[in-house]
């Protein structure tokens, strides 16, 4: 059962995409030096199932063309299923993992041919996050194969 947190409208995520994001509970990777060590917890969270997800999507389709799930893929059959219904609201769809793009297509080779973005990487603090030169993660977008970490560094 795929769980969130909580979700937001945001503006920065994407670049040129007004989001609606999820934070998925459950994360496997726990990374030194992350602000949100609760996510971690799969118990943590309301179950995101198909129908809230259709409400909250009818809800906001007039204010969103985006849609992000930060984390979910150790979940990855239910969250194509999310991914899907993104996909008939004709809106596009990104997810933030900790995992490169290898993992990715070794372990979960299906949501890369679907998605419209993806955000690679484990957080590691001394690198820092997108707005960082040394960073080692990657906004990419899957449809062009551009790098958008230039549209965050300042």
Same mark, same amino acid.
């Given at each position: ?75 990855? +059959?239910?969250? #194509?299923?999310? *991914?899907?219904?993104? $996909?008939?609201? @004709?809106?596009?769809?990104? =997810? ?15 949501? +890369?041919?679907? #998605?419209?973005? *993806?955000?690679?990487? $484990?957080?590691? @603090?001394?690198?820092?996050? =997108? ?24």
């Amino acid at each position: 059962m795929l769980k969130y947190d909580g979700y937001d409208i945001v503006l920065q995520e994407i670049p040129n995409e007004i989001s609606l994001c999820f934070t998925i509970t459950g994360c496997q990777l726990a990374c030194e030096g992350c602000h949100s060590e609760h996510l971690w917890n799969p118990e943590n969270g309301k179950e995101l199932n198909p129908e809230i997800f259709k409400e909250l999507l009818i809800k906001y389709k007039h204010a969103i063309t985006c849609v992000v799930f930060m984390g979910g893929e150790w979940s990855c +059959l239910e969250l #194509l299923i999310l *991914i899907n219904i993104v $996909k008939k609201f @004709s809106l596009k769809v990104a =997810l933030y993992t900790g995992l490169n793009e290898k993992q990715i297509q070794r372990k979960y080779p299906e949501l +890369l041919n679907i #998605l419209d973005f *993806i955000k690679t990487g $484990k957080w590691i @603090s001394s690198l820092g996050g =997108l707005d960082k030169l040394k960073t080692n993660q990657i906004l990419k977008d899957l449809r062009s194969g551009e790098i958008l970490n230039k549209y965050f560094l300042h």
